[in-house]
């Protein structure tokens, strides 16, 4: 069975552009979280949807935004890129349950320059 | 609010030694417990997981108890070898609600011939 899968793989911006990262979920998973490595740190927690709803949102401005299709594919949109932006942006699925083991994705890896 | 606290690396070990890597977490209720890996350049893999007190989870040789008097889980592998060498996370997810994991900053493990 395919993983998650995310894309692009790789992705270069300049300050104060916009980007879009994409996620596809475990087939039968309904549930996707978005979070952000920096570079020697543990993940952080930025959305996570349900069912097309925003379930949970972590302690990131509003120029970061999500949303989920009906097929629960999803896409992490940031706008107005700072440095500090650049990052390894992880999408993880799982059924949705409370305590349901979430399954990462490779990882997008953004450069803002 | 949650947090998990591991013992922070880099660890580096010989090839066969034993391996522990102390977790120690902060959550009400009864969070699911988890380590993830990260082989370089890579997302985050599941290695094992617990979801209520004295679960222990395995795998490929890899252990970790749940405990809850101790609010700990850490991590133990009896002989550790070269392709162990990554970076190891041991995560939280709540007991009720939102489930975002909670990470910690993660331990780098190097392990030589």
């Known amino acids: 069975d395919a993983g998650v899968t995310q894309s692009p793989t790789h992705l270069i911006k300049t300050r104060g552009q916009h980007v879009t990262l994409r996620c596809s979920p475990i087939?039968?998973?309904?549930?996707v979280s978005w979070y952000q490595q920096v570079l020697g740190q543990g993940p952080q927690f930025i959305f996570q949807y349900y069912e097309k709803e925003e379930r949970g949102r972590g302690n990131f401005p509003d120029r970061f935004s999500a949303r989920q299709f009906p097929n629960y594919s999803s896409e992490l949109n940031v706008n107005a890129l700072l440095l500090g932006d650049s990052a390894l942006y992880l999408c993880?699925?799982?059924?949705?349950?409370?305590?349901?083991?979430?399954?990462f994705g490779p990882g997008t890896r953004l450069l803002v320059l | 609010g949650n947090s998990v606290t591991q013992m922070e690396g880099p660890v580096t070990l010989s090839e066969e030694a034993f391996l522990t890597i102390n977790c120690t977490y902060t959550?009400?209720?009864?969070?699911?417990l988890f380590w993830y890996v990260q082989y370089p350049g890579e997302g985050l893999q599941l290695l094992l997981k617990?979801?209520?007190?004295?679960d222990k989870g395995s795998n490929k040789g890899f252990e970790a108890t749940y405990r809850k008097e101790t609010t700990s889980f850490h991590l133990e592998k009896g002989s550790v070898q070269v392709s162990d060498s990554a970076v190891y996370f041991c995560a939280l997810s709540g007991s009720s609600g939102n489930t975002p994991l909670v990470f910690g900053k993660g331990t780098r493990l190097s392990v030589i011939a």
């Open positions: 959550a009400t209720g009864y969070p699911s």
């Open positions: 087939s039968g998973h309904k549930s």
């Open positions: 993880a699925s799982s059924l949705g349950g409370v305590g349901e083991t979430q399954y």
């Open positions: 617990a979801t209520k007190a004295d």
